[in-house]
């Protein structure tokens, strides 16, 4: 026997006293039972259980037997009565208009038999005040309505009457009036212009004086237009339509609402103590909201089930895959396979299985809630929502998760199952022996990075070295090097600012691949700057067959490519500093170099940092500026091995270790490592800002 | 005529008057801009000479003959498959300009005016997310359009090309546009709904109107994205018709069939340009744009 509370609460928490009499003797008892002991106790006991016993012949269940009986019959003649009318009414009606007619009918009578029950259930309650607001308000609609479409016709005939020969003259009439108009525009013009040559006005009222004629003139002809017969009583047809359409359904959303707070005032009643849908529903979504009587929820979450039983358990269980074995094929990675199956599909397919199972778990999940936190409401006496205020909650509270679907759905396919893919594949074997098929070898790559040995992982560590190298010099040059050049620019007394800001922006504003590729053309034996060193120096320079030469070119080369980017963001903040922080600085006697030093670099940085920070990350990533420079070169076999080149960076070594020798698994466990050193700096970084700590959540 | 020439005298300047000191100061800086331009400009400006170089074959060499000829952009265009190249990358460009902008305005939307569930947490994600490189999926790619084009045949691989973009692209350009909409009143939204709007009406006649700069400038960054882009589009696309330009491009210089360098010079040349007048156009909102969504985010 569960236990009653005595008050029912809506969802603000107004109490309500109970309308089920029995229920409320229950409670009653029940919460006597706490108070009392001994004798006392035993007599309450005995008592609920009598009334438990002789809960058919409580004088309110009997009572609400008649009721529901009497319902029931009055629900079926209603209905015939209803068929009858409607087959009485002219048969030319507009439908929807019939529609509401009977619907206002129905309402008028169900309003009358409820009201003597509205002691008696708080059902009979709302249905009372449903139908009640019902019968006030669809009255005014009905009449819009069937006013509007009298109007509708009347204009159609109207627009059918109009005279032919009038419309004609009334155009041309329009055409003259028209031509008049331009007329009189272009001398109003011409004026404006005669003044501005006498240079009594200026050239932006010159302008602006041309637009107000502009506009006046278009206004005019279509006032005019307006005045057509034809063009109004057209405009008018468009205006009742909207009517009939819009408007109608406007009205019908606020008569709905209506009866949604009505909804929302009035609780609801149940027997039951516990939310007993939830427990046995939730392996099949959209059973327990068909029992909540939420039925578009319902449709929604069966469509949730028939994702979970039709498309990701059976993918999961292997059924439909491509070539894989579902969550299976992780396992065996083919292992069994046919000669054609390969372990890296199996493996893909066995990842999107999980993300699947993932997203069915999740649909599970919510529906529990869902259904339970409905029922839970319905014990406390809060009504379940209807389909208009489930929409309408949709609406608000959902949507952020709604218009997130897309973004997420791209994210998981696009972005987690490759990073998933690349986490496994690190803990595989897959290298150029084992293509086709391989097997986990747990962590036996990440083995030989640390301890720098085999083919792959012996250079590991002497490119982590150059990468840190390069990422931090080329990285602080191009920022020195852009900000510097920003402070000189910056200075009040250069002129000719424009030009340099224009040439300056070039470096990042021509595709980086082109330029690179160009200075490696340039850099070539032949190339133009090979030859002006060889001029130069006298000797002649094979920048590209040197591994020193070839960083420091690296370095240069992406001071020169990146300190556009930090020169035009610098200049941006230089340029919003306020005047006055300087003036200060001056009368307080600061120098330059002071001003430099506390003010200016100061607000630059604290502005710009992310922004720095990210720069770190891109050339630490940077790809492109060493693989097209010199593919990575010059090579140097007794150091770097067959694999990589002395200019290579971790990524470019990634890059050719899975891409061009097929060390995929190696490839993918360095790539992990990066990632992991490039998150945790993210992760400091992020929070630590500002942004993140300030964050209104 | 007197009252001239004593205004003259007078110093009017409202900065103070330079010291010797500061002369040769100027003078170094003028001196300084100046190297870096001509720094700047010199290979570029090489770049265009050998462009229009008539007397450079298939090497670009440097020679002292400059005979003024087109005959690499007719090279361009006729041995090569420019045009295909170029609209191949408008396309590819042009769509994930658009899923980026469709799929970001929502979601900048919904996390600068919701406050639901998981919000912190996602963004947290987010910004991790975003600092994986592209590359490390590499792998997966391939095997992964193989799949999808098993069950949908029209999926190509430019369209995987267009969806690693796109995907690629949320993480980031929703943190800049939340930002830009965090920065827009509340008041507006709310009065908005005070008026019936729903949520969609407000993102469609209040937010997006107003956030349309940051807009213009995160579908401008993802167009330009597949233009400069040249790893992805060589790894994943296999048929020289299929190429974006970076792509096609690279193929003048790797492969010795079809090198051509002059060529390549021209084909960048003709590339850089657009880009580059956009760039010089709109540079003010390019750069506010990005120091606005890092300051915010």
């Known amino acids: ?697 | 005529m007197k009252l001239f020439k004593k205004k003259n005298e007078l110093y009017l300047s409202d900065k103070q008057p330079l010291s010797t000191v500061g002369i040769v100061m100027l003078g170094i800086s003028y001196a300084v801009l100046i190297a870096w331009a001509i720094a700047i400009l010199w290979p570029l400006t090489q770049m265009v000479i050998s462009a229009f170089n008539g007397s450079q074959e298939q090497y670009l060499m440097v020679n002292d003959n400059f005979v003024f000829s087109i005959k690499h952009f007719e090279y361009l265009f006729k041995e090569t498959l420019y045009f295909t190249w170029v609209k191949n990358t408008i396309f590819i460009a042009a769509v994930t300009a658009v899923l980026t902008l469709v799929i970001v305005s929502f979601t900048g939307f919904a996390y600068s005016r919701y406050r639901f569930k998981g919000r912190k947490a996602s963004l947290m994600a987010i910004m991790l997310i975003q600092t994986i490189p592209t590359f490390a999926g590499i792998t997966a790619f391939f095997t992964l359009h193989s799949i999808i084009s098993a069950v949908v045949p029209v999926f190509s691989r430019q369209m995987m090309l267009i969806m690693i973009y796109s995907g690629g692209g949320i993480a980031g350009n929703t943190f800049i546009l939340k930002g830009y909409i965090d920065s827009i009143s509340t008041e507006l939204d709310d009065a908005a709904r005070i008026d019936g709007c729903t949520s969609m009406q407000v993102y469609r006649l209040i937010i997006m109107p107003i956030a349309k700069p940051m807009l213009a400038i995160i579908a401008l960054w993802s167009f330009i994205g597949p233009f400069m882009d040249y790893l992805l589009p060589r790894v994943l696309l296999t048929n020289p018709s299929s190429y974006t330009l970076a792509a096609g491009l690279f193929t003048l210089m790797s492969d010795f069939r079809t090198m051509n360098q002059p060529a390549f010079a021209a084909g960048g040349l003709l590339t850089a340009i657009p880009i580059v007048a956009l760039f010089i156009v709109l540079q003010k909102q390019l750069v506010s744009g990005l120091s606005q969504g890092s300051v915010k985010g």
């Open chain 1, 1 to 697: 026997m569960g236990k009653y509370n005595a008050f029912l609460y809506d969802e603000v928490g107004n109490a309500y006293t109970r309308k089920n009499l029995y229920l409320h003797e229950i409670a009653q008892n029940q919460s006597a039972l706490k108070s009392v002991t001994g004798a006392d106790r035993e007599k309450a006991i005995s008592a609920l259980r009598n009334l438990i016993r002789n809960k058919k012949n409580h004088p309110y269940n009997v009572d609400f037997l008649t009721y529901k009986r009497e319902e029931r019959n009055f629900l079926t003649t209603l209905n015939a009565k209803v068929k009858t009318l409607a087959s009485n009414l002219d048969a030319s009606m507009d439908p929807k208009l019939r529609k509401l007619h009977l619907d206002l009918i129905r309402s008028n009578e169900k309003k009358s038999f409820y009201k003597p029950y509205v002691a008696l259930t708080y059902d009979a309650e709302l249905e009372y005040e449903k139908h009640h607001i019902i019968s006030m308000q669809l009255p005014e609609i009905i009449e819009k309505y069937a006013q509007t479409k009298k109007e509708l016709v009347e204009a159609r005939i109207k627009l059918k009457e109009i005279n032919p020969e009038e419309e004609r003259t009334f155009h041309k009439n329009l055409k003259q009036f028209i031509v008049g108009q331009r007329a009189l525009y272009l001398k109003n013009k011409s004026k404006l212009k005669e003044k501005r040559k006498q240079k009594i006005i200026s050239e932006k009222a010159l302008r602006n004086g041309i637009i107000e004629l502009k506009k006046k003139k278009k206004d005019l002809i279509n006032t005019k237009k307006y005045t057509s017969e034809k063009k109004s009583t057209q405009e008018l047809i468009n205006n009742k339509k909207y009517v009939l359409t819009k408007g109608i359904r406007r009205e019908i959303k606020v008569l709905k609402s209506n009866i949604a707070d009505s909804r929302r005032k009035i609780p609801v009643e149940v027997t039951k103590t516990q939310p007993i849908y939830s427990r046995f529903t939730f392996v099949l979504p959209g059973l327990g909201q068909l029992l909540n009587k939420q039925y578009l929820k319902a449709m929604l979450f069966a469509l949730g089930s028939a994702f979970v039983y039709f498309i990701a358990i059976p993918y999961a269980l292997g059924y439909g895959n491509y070539q894989g074995d579902g969550i299976m094929g992780l396992v065996t990675l083919a292992e069994f396979g046919l000669k054609i199956d390969k372990s890296l599909i199996y493996m893909i397919e066995g990842i999107v299985a999980i993300f699947l199972i993932i997203i069915a778990f999740i649909i599970l999940l919510l529906s529990y809630l869902d259904v339970r936190n409905v029922e839970r409401k319905v014990i406390k006496g809060i009504r379940p929502r209807n389909a208009f205020e489930t929409l309408l909650g949709v609406e608000q509270d959902g949507f952020p998760y709604l218009v997130s679907l897309p973004a997420l759905l791209v994210t998981v396919f696009i972005v987690l199952v490759p990073i998933t893919t690349a986490i496994l594949l690190s803990f595989t074997g897959m290298d150029p022996k084992h293509q086709s098929k391989f097997g986990w070898v747990g962590i036996d790559n990440y083995k030989l990075i640390a301890t720098g040995s085999g083919l792959a992982g012996s250079v590991f560590w002497s490119i982590l070295w150059w990468t840190l190298i390069w990422t931090a010099v080329a990285t602080t040059l191009a920022i020195a090097v852009g900000f510097l050049l920003a402070i000189i620019a910056n200075n009040e007394r250069i002129k000719g600012k424009t030009f340099f800001r224009v040439v300056y922006l070039l470096p990042w504003a021509v595709p980086a691949f082109i330029t690179i590729m160009f200075f490696s053309i340039m850099f070539s034996p032949d190339g133009a700057l090979t030859t002006l060193m060889t001029n130069i120096f006298g000797t002649r320079i094979l920048i590209k067959n040197d591994a020193v030469l070839t960083r420091t070119v690296l370095i240069g080369l992406q001071t020169w490519l990146g300190s556009s980017y930090v020169f035009l963001l610098s200049t941006g903040v230089l340029q919003a500093i306020p005047g006055d922080l300087y003036e200060a600085a001056q009368i307080d006697g600061a120098t330059e170099f002071q001003k430099l030093k506390r003010i200016t670099i100061p607000m630059v940085l604290f502005q710009t940092a992310p922004l720095l920070v990210g720069q770190y990350t891109f050339n630490f990533n940077n790809f492109s500026i060493i693989y097209l420079f010199n593919g990575g070169g010059p090579f140097n076999p007794s150091k770097y091995g067959n694999l990589a080149g002395s200019s290579d960076l971790l990524i470019s070594y990634i890059f050719k270790l899975t891409m061009e020798n097929q060390y995929q698994a190696i490839g993918a466990a360095i790539s992990i490592i990066i990632s992991m050193g490039l998150m945790l700096f993210a992760f400091i970084g992020f929070k630590n800002s500002k942004a993140f700590k300030e964050e209104r959540l």
